[in-house]
């Protein structure tokens, strides 16, 4: 990285949501430094960011880029703990490490680290996490203690970076015990299969074709129950799928715009169609 591009980085928000169109607040400033982004594009930032990016770089201040999103106040994720399934989509979204949960256990959300960066709601099949607004002007929340109000901003982006590093340096730890492993596996097959000192002569192909075809069958049987599973997982996630729906489609018809609610009458006017042809 060059020298250009850490102050650049320095000024970021730190939160890594992406929504500047990069994969992360480095790639941002690296892009800013080289000319190729404009300034406006951090939303999490806003005219702060934009005003000192501007001061640095030597440039035009610009409105920024969403303005609609850019003025919504900061909000936090919150996960829904009755509808959750446990599939841990969210937990390899999150580029903080803000979500605590296992494999079909509930999840949920540490409120202090939460950086708002909206990265967890697309992946989540049931739709049971939302975004909850909150009065901080800068996020997380757990951020450093700061002498003065002006200082917070940057308190708070060392500590979404050090969430984030720390998440990276995480994932590359089991990345490298994995590829380890494999490593291994691949070593003691290659011991297996190297030839021994047995003539050819010893070596008994019925004896073989045997032992073969009793562990394909082993095989054949151990896969039918995972197959079984796959397919109550895949029947539990659509059911959730469709209460999610639903639950969407009574929201809109309640608080959405005129076209949310038309929308949203035409799939329960559906939805109960079916139900009722199912009985």
Known sequence: MSIASEHIDRLLPQTQCRQCGYQGCSPYAQALSRGEAAINLCTPGGATVIRDLAQLLNVPVLPPADPLKAEQPKAIAVIDEAECIGCTACIKACPVDAILGATKQMHTVISNECSGCELCIEPCPVDCISMQ???????PRARQLAEKPQDERFAAATQANARFQHRTARLQRLQCEKEQQLHARQQKTAIAATPTTKSASSINPAALIAKAMAKAQTQQLQRRVPD???????????????????RRAMRDLQYGSEQQKADALVWLRLYKQQRESQQ
């Open 133 to 139: 607004p909150v009065q901080e002007h800068w996020l």
């Open 228 to 246: 079984n599973q796959d397919s109550f997982q895949q029947q539990q996630i659509a059911k959730a799928q469709e209460q999610a729906s639903y």
